[in-house]
Nanobody, 117 residues
Framework: QLQLVESGGGVVQAGGSLRISCVASTSIFSSDIMGWYRQAPGKERELVASISRGGNTNYADSVKGRATISRDNAKNTVYLQMNSLKPEDTGVYYC???????????WGQGTQVTVSS
């Protein structure tokens, strides 16, 4: 079973930057897509960014131009760099790994990001 461990969250002032990491217990190359989701209090979990095995990226409109997702296959690690942070970026950020065949979908335990105004 694939395990995902996030780190790097914390409290940052609005306008600041943060990089969070997700380390997988096995090769992330086996996953079709690696993604970052976030969940704010009282809201549903939403996709922030994703990256495919081939390196194609996808971003939520709310973070386009401010976020960069990247992967280091050798380190089994996915990163999310976020700049120009806003209070509305506050939430628990979850790492996700998914594959179509055979299918699986795994989540990390989450890391809290708090942006103070």
């Amino acid at each position: 079973q694939l395990q995902l461990v996030e780190s790097g969250g914390g409290v940052v002032q609005a306008g600041g930057s943060l990089r969070i990491s997700c380390v997988a217990s096995t090769s992330i190359f086996s996953s079709d897509i690696m993604g970052w989701y976030r969940q704010a209090p009282g809201k549903e979990r939403e996709l922030v960014a994703s990256i495919s095995r081939g390196g194609n990226t996808n971003y939520a409109d709310s973070v386009k131009g401010r976020a960069t997702i990247s992967r280091d296959n050798a380190k089994n690690t996915v990163y999310l760099q976020m700049n120009s942070l806003k209070p509305e970026d506050t939430g628990v950020y979850y790492c996700n790994a998914q594959r179509a065949v055979p299918p699986y979908r795994y989540w990390g335990q989450g890391t809290q990001v708090t942006v103070s105004s």
